[in-house]
T-cell receptor
């Protein structure tokens, strides 16, 4: 099956610094990837849609200047959390779809971000 | 996308069959029903998808009545490793697969020995 990886799996950073999270589709090309955020005991919340070769589409309430998304190739999307604060501590998950007739999406293993 | 309602939590014992029901009263004609499983600190994993009647795979069965306003995920003979959160999602099935998924609250299943 299609595999999506994320790197790093966990990261601890100091308040005010920036952190980059990578999402890769390992055995398929993904023109569109999605970034979700999940707080403890809560459901996944869509942050943005990452489109290869164009600007990302952000959900309402998500600051595009704080959460920078780059989708420079068909297998890689990156999310950079700029000037991180403790409230940005969360579980960040990406997903990608195989371009078939299914709405099945493949999710990465997630990245645990802790901002101290 | 149609809103879904699921029980917040369920408890079961090893070896039992578990049925998780999801309500989606506003499901549209083109909508499919998809279930995902999520373990702690992992990304969700696709379990099963269906449109009507019954769908079965090696992991679970999905029962969808004729009016499609609800669906039931059936897990046969659960084990401790089935302890997870199960999400029911409803949405159309675009050809390009470029539609983001809207997750509801999910059902937290706890399997006891």
């Amino acid at each position: 099956g299609a595999v999506v990886s994320q790197h790093p799996s966990w990261v601890i950073c100091k308040s005010g610094t920036s952190v980059k999270i990578e999402c890769r589709s390992l055995d398929f090309q993904a023109t569109t990837m999605f970034w979700y955020r999940q707080f403890p005991k809560q459901s996944l919340m869509l942050m943005a849609t990452s489109n290869e070769g164009s600007k990302a589409t952000y959900e309402q309430g998500v600051e595009k200047d704080k959460f920078l998304i780059n989708h420079a190739s068909l297998t890689l999307s990156t999310l950079t959390v700029t000037s991180a604060h403790p409230e940005d501590s969360s579980f960040y998950i990406c997903s990608a779809s195989v371009s078939s007739g299914s709405n099945e999406q493949y999710f990465g293993p997630g990245t645990r971000l802790t901002v101290t | 996308l149609a809103k879904t309602t699921q029980p917040i939590s369920m408890d079961s014992y090893e070896g039992q069959e578990v049925n998780i029901t999801c309500s989606h009263n506003n499901i549209a004609t083109n909508d499919y029903i998809t279930w995902y499983q999520q373990f702690p600190s992992q990304g969700p994993r696709f379990i099963i998808q269906g449109y009507k009647t019954k769908v079965t795979n090696e992991v679970a069965s999905l029962f969808i009545p004729a009016d499609r306003k609800s669906s039931t995920l059936s897990l046969p003979r659960v084990s401790l490793s089935d302890t997870a959160v199960y999400y029911c999602l409803v949405g159309d099935r675009p050809k390009t697969g470029r539609r983001a998924l809207t997750f509801g609250s999910g059902t937290r299943l706890q399997v006891q020995p």
